[in-house]
């Protein structure tokens, strides 16, 4: 007998197209965020629950602080990341952009709490790295320089990792690691890279570290907060709305107060080697200090200015056979020139940095008003000159290069 044909023939599986599968993930997307006032806010005490941190902040905290404190000591850029890479969940971070989008004053208090106590715990072991460098002083510091100055880039990074990390954080479950390491990169840094200038002794890193820190802080909320506003969370009260938008505005003037101002003096790129740490004094505003200001005369004038001593040199005579005089003269002195002093004197910054060569690594930091000696003519090195100077502190003297412009000298050379 010939088989009867299956009642139930197998079905053929089909697979989504690609634009069904667009159209899927985009539904999921909208539909993570409520839609209306009120799932909006019950959604939002959900958020404000997940952004409380727990003990893993503050552990991953110190131990993020330990290692960027060891990359400052070894000036080393590969340990700085990997320190970074350490850095925890930045849910404080969250928890204080979330507060300011809800209005509410009391989580915000605490988020801030939460942030300031792993924010310490990372200036302690930074500053912890900073006593230990001063068994090795002086040593090349260039990466606490660097990280504790404003620079345009950052700021460009900063605000899209706080645009990615608030959407990230209400869009998904998931953990934000990689908007999270974008965010922390930008203020573990310069917070660290302050605690260490602050223990180091090294001029100009401290105060200018802090003043990076707090800005990027100010600038991440800010950001992050419009992110949320522009996703349609709103404060469910009055007062929310009024503690909203005062905390807005203090962001807002602690952004401009701090950061235009810096960015503006600060170096905006280019080539570190010639100008990323010393900020040039025109020529204009130079003005020439006395020479009782510098401690010593400083030219070497012209050759006609220098005056060869006359020999004190009176003939003898002496009654001999020979009645001929006798010249007697003394030897004649050989006049030294003059060294050639400078000030330092950078228009901002507070100092300018030594370096073993035109453009080469830092070897020293020098304060503004601080005496060197010119030791050579001015030379130039792609594009920008260069002077050779000495500077002595205590019993040791220490030679490299420094960029002319923030040299101030009282009557220069002919061929300064």
Do not use: C
């Not at 100009?204 to 969370?233: E, Y």
């Amino acid at each position: 007998m010939p088989a009867s044909p299956s009642p139930n023939p197998p079905l053929e599986e089909t697979r989504p197209t690609r634009a069904q599968r667009r159209r899927a993930m985009r539904k999921q997307r909208q539909t993570a965020i409520p839609r209306g006032a009120e799932g909006r806010s019950a959604y939002l005490q959900v958020l404000l629950r997940r952004a409380y941190p727990s003990y893993e902040f503050f552990l991953f905290a110190a131990l993020s602080g330990a290692i960027l404190g060891l990359g400052y000591l070894l000036d080393s850029q590969a340990v700085l990341v990997f320190g970074i890479l350490m850095a925890p969940l930045l849910t404080p971070v969250m928890g204080m952009i979330l507060a300011t989008v809800s209005g509410s004053g009391k989580y915000f208090l605490q988020a801030i709490g939460a942030f300031f106590i792993g924010g310490l715990l990372v200036f302690v072991t930074g500053a912890l790295a900073g006593l230990a460098v001063r068994i090795w002083l002086p040593l090349t510091l260039e990466q606490a320089f660097v990280h504790s100055r404003l620079w345009w880039t950052d700021l460009v990074v900063l605000a899209l990792g706080a645009i990615l990390l608030a959407a990230s954080f209400v869009r998904s479950e998931k953990k934000p690691f990689l908007p999270s390491v974008m965010v922390a990169y930008e203020l573990f840094y310069p917070l660290s890279a302050a605690a260490f200038g602050l223990a180091s002794g090294v001029g100009d890193i401290f105060p200018q570290g802090v003043f990076v820190f707090i800005a990027h802080l100010s600038w991440a909320l800010l950001f992050g907060a419009l992110t949320l506003f522009f996703l349609g969370f709103r404060p469910a009260k009055a007062s929310g709305w009024v503690f909203s938008l005062f905390t807005l505005a203090l962001l807002l003037v602690i952004t401009i107060g701090l950061l235009l101002p810096k960015a503006e003096d600060e170096p905006v790129g280019g080539n570190q080697a010639q100008n990323a740490y010393v900020a040039e004094m025109p020529e204009s505003e130079t003005e020439a200090p006395t020479a009782a200001m510098l401690g010593t005369q400083t030219p070497l004038p012209a050759a006609a200015s220098q005056k060869t001593p006359v020999p004190n040199a009176t003939p003898s005579l002496r009654a001999t056979v020979n009645p001929e005089p006798t010249l007697t003269a003394t030897a004649t002195l050989t006049p030294e020139p003059t060294p050639l002093y400078a000030l330092i004197a950078a228009q901002s910054g507070g100092g300018a940095f030594m370096r073993r060569e035109p453009g080469g690594a830092v070897i020293l930091t020098l304060e503004n008003n601080e005496l060197v000696e010119a030791l050579s003519t001015p030379l130039e090195y792609d594009g920008v000159d260069w002077v050779q100077v000495k500077v002595t502190r205590g019993d040791q003297s220490f030679e490299g290069w420094i960029i002319q412009s923030v040299l101030k000298t009282a009557t220069p050379s002919p061929d300064w």
